[in-house]
């Protein structure tokens, strides 16, 4: 079974964890790792054979152009993570709007393509943003993938479908991609992705996939960033939790995707999304 492989293509000091601790203002002034770390990924997947769903930042877009080309160019789908890295719950509906279509006209100008994918910073759209849901159709948006069904004290929610699922909203359908979870003794489970994929053995992530695929015949969604793959990054101090979520696993990573490349089938969100078979879901938008 094909599953979808994504990178939330982002720079090292642009994640949730450091908001505290890096100023935006501050943001163009930073050694940025974010071009050379995502062709590295782009030689990988050259060299397995592999295509991936890249959702960008739009202020990678702009400042970057070239390398959301190249993207494109390789034959991966470029899709948005919105412009500055701001969670959804955190913004009113006006300033996602306007933020969203920032994103997505930057990328479009960049890749010169339509972008139909969109993914929160942080998983962000839960119960509290649904509304979100309703701005991305109106914008054009056909799939979503931000929702996490887990119970987790910063995002997630644990009563949605683990499996695609379409949402109905009043601009129309959407369809909803959440990330990969294991249901155990009546408990989901993070595993296939960011911080889940670099802190577990590579060997249980491994039977997770196999497990979503051949017994639940689902697909499973990887995820991962370009600073992931980058053990050598500036360390910006944040604390301890801070530190351990970003620094911990990152000299393995690499390793890790290319197991992966080597014993899975992967493929864009997009393409997975139009093989697969969407439930019907009822998510109140």
Not at 61 to 83: K, L, Q, W, Y
Not at 100 to 117: F, N, S
Request: glycine share 8%; aromatic share 12%.
């Amino acid at each position: 079974m094909r599953n979808a492989l994504t990178f939330d293509v982002e720079d090292y000091f642009h994640v949730s964890a450091f908001a505290g601790h890096v100023s935006r203002a501050s943001w163009d002034s930073l050694p940025s790792r974010v071009e050379a770390n995502t062709q590295r990924i782009l030689d990988l997947l050259a060299e397995a054979g592999s295509s991936a769903t890249f959702f960008t930042l739009g202020w990678v877009a702009a400042r970057f152009p070239r390398i959301v080309r190249a993207i494109a160019d390789a034959g991966h789908e470029v899709a948005c993570h919105s412009d500055e890295h701001r969670r959804v719950f955190d913004l009113s509906p006006q300033e996602f709007r306007e933020d969203t279509v920032r994103a997505k006209r930057a990328l479009e100008d960049a890749c010169g393509q339509q972008i139909r994918g969109y993914r929160a910073p942080s998983f962000s759209i839960t119960q509290r943003s649904l509304w979100a849901l309703n701005i991305l159709v109106e914008l054009g948006f056909e799939y979503d993938s931000s929702i996490f069904p887990v119970d987790h004290p910063n995002y997630g929610m644990p009563g949605v479908s683990r499996f695609p699922f379409r949402v109905k909203t009043a601009a129309g359908p959407l369809t909803e991609f959440p990330m990969a979870t294991i249901a155990l003794g009546g408990r989901r489970s993070p595993f296939a992705g960011g911080a889940y994929l670099r802190f577990l053995p590579y060997f249980y992530t491994r039977w997770g996939i196999r497990y979503v695929n051949r017994a639940e015949s689902q697909p499973v969604c990887v995820y991962l960033h370009p600073w992931e793959l980058d053990p050598k990054q500036p360390r910006i101090h944040s604390g301890l939790t801070g530190t351990i979520r970003h620094y911990v696993g990152l000299r393995g990573t690499v390793a890790k995707l290319k197991k992966l490349l080597t014993e899975f089938e992967f493929g864009t969100l997009r393409s997975q999304i139009e093989s697969s078979q969407i439930t019907e879901f009822e998510l109140s938008v």
